[in-house]
């Protein structure tokens, strides 16, 4: 019988064990200002990477930038702002990136919602698929010709295990005609997972590669829209990833020399994991593309 405390060792999951250095490299990860964002900025600038850190609310930024400069010292980290339920902000941010930032050899599109109340972005978009997915779908196209240019690079998409519940409701999808907050989020995690497919496949021998992971069950605040979720994530929290444990995927997919040329592929645990047959879809991927391009007012071949 497993006792709770092999329990909370197995939820913990595996541990990045690769030594790579990022001395020179710049890094960028969006909602790094708390839980497995903040957590993958200090390993990273541990590392020795100048890591960029992309945060809606600046001054909590700053403050997850001096914890991290507390506990290294040495640590080349900045806090820049940047508001993914608004495409002004991103543009804005991406100009001022590309204008003042040479290179980039690693995004990671990190930052996210989970079952907010029915709201929308300031473009209108429902708010779980427009800054889950489409605000880092625009954010990655403005940065796409600096990655390119600063290859070998890497994109990592942060996921979830939620999206083998999701579907892509192309006749619905900003729920407007029912709204589930849950779905809602599976959804968006659904995006991420076929935005990663489709991207692998238009980056093929630009030698930039992108990943999508799932992260594992975290204790963080990203349950704060939903009671019942804060609960139960406080019940059980001995069950539960730390940020640190949390992060540890999306630091492997970012750095580990084995997979510098593995692209399109899904990770949890430091390892290929499963992807839901809806999320295997080309079609569907193809599809939720030239429609995000067409929300955004894109062209993005």
């Given at each position: 019988m497993w006792r709770p405390c092999s329990l909370a060792k197995?939820?913990?999951?595996?541990?990045?064990?690769?030594?790579?250095?990022?001395?020179?490299?710049?890094?960028?990860?969006?909602?790094?200002n708390t839980g497995i964002g903040k957590e993958t900025a200090l390993d990273l600038a541990i590392r020795g990477a100048r890591v960029i850190m992309a945060c809606?609310?600046?001054?909590?930024?700053?403050?997850?930038?001096?914890?991290?400069?507390?506990?290294y010292p040495e640590a080349r980290v900045e806090v820049r702002e940047l508001d993914l339920a608004d495409t002004c902000s991103i543009r804005a941010f991406a100009q001022k990136f590309l204008r003042e930032v040479n290179q980039l050899h690693i995004l990671i599109n990190n930052a996210g919602v989970m079952m907010c109340p029915y709201t929308k972005t300031v473009d209108g978009f429902e708010m779980h698929i427009g800054v889950n997915h489409l605000g880092h779908f625009l954010l990655t196209s403005l940065l796409i010709g600096l990655l390119k240019r600063s290859a070998p690079a890497r994109i990592v998409v942060v996921s979830s295990l939620a999206h083998n519940f999701g579907w892509i409701r192309f006749h619905d999808l900003h729920s407007q005609g029912s709204y589930n907050s849950g779905l809602a989020y599976c959804q968006s995690k659904l995006a991420?997972?076929?935005?990663?497919?489709?991207?692998?496949?238009?980056?093929?021998?630009?030698?930039?590669?992108?990943?999508?992971?799932?992260?594992?069950?975290?204790?963080?605040?990203?349950?704060?829209?939903s009671t019942l979720m804060t609960i139960l994530f406080t019940v059980f929290s001995v069950f539960l990833k730390t940020p640190r444990e949390g992060a540890q995927t999306s630091i492997y997919c970012a750095i580990a020399e084995e997979l510098h040329s593995i692209s399109g592929k899904h990770f949890s645990d430091c390892t290929p994991a499963f992807v839901a047959p809806q999320g295997r879809s080309a079609e569907t991927a193809r599809r939720l593309w030239d429609v995000s391009c067409e929300l955004l007012g894109i062209e993005w071949d």
């Amino acid at each position: 019988m497993w006792r709770p405390c092999s329990l909370a060792k197995y939820a913990a999951g595996r541990v990045c064990k690769s030594t790579t250095r990022l001395d020179g490299k710049t890094v960028l990860i969006t909602g790094a200002n708390t839980g497995i964002g903040k957590e993958t900025a200090l390993d990273l600038a541990i590392r020795g990477a100048r890591v960029i850190m992309a945060c809606r609310d600046v001054e909590k930024g700053e403050e997850a930038a001096a914890s991290i400069r507390a506990s290294y010292p040495e640590a080349r980290v900045e806090v820049r702002e940047l508001d993914l339920a608004d495409t002004c902000s991103i543009r804005a941010f991406a100009q001022k990136f590309l204008r003042e930032v040479n290179q980039l050899h690693i995004l990671i599109n990190n930052a996210g919602v989970m079952m907010c109340p029915y709201t929308k972005t300031v473009d209108g978009f429902e708010m779980h698929i427009g800054v889950n997915h489409l605000g880092h779908f625009l954010l990655t196209s403005l940065l796409i010709g600096l990655l390119k240019r600063s290859a070998p690079a890497r994109i990592v998409v942060v996921s979830s295990l939620a999206h083998n519940f999701g579907w892509i409701r192309f006749h619905d999808l900003h729920s407007q005609g029912s709204y589930n907050s849950g779905l809602a989020y599976c959804q968006s995690k659904l995006a991420n997972v076929l935005f990663t497919r489709e991207l692998a496949s238009r980056l093929k021998g630009t030698n930039v590669t992108v990943n999508s992971v799932h992260p594992g069950t975290v204790n963080s605040d990203l349950t704060r829209h939903s009671t019942l979720m804060t609960i139960l994530f406080t019940v059980f929290s001995v069950f539960l990833k730390t940020p640190r444990e949390g992060a540890q995927t999306s630091i492997y997919c970012a750095i580990a020399e084995e997979l510098h040329s593995i692209s399109g592929k899904h990770f949890s645990d430091c390892t290929p994991a499963f992807v839901a047959p809806q999320g295997r879809s080309a079609e569907t991927a193809r599809r939720l593309w030239d429609v995000s391009c067409e929300l955004l007012g894109i062209e993005w071949d």
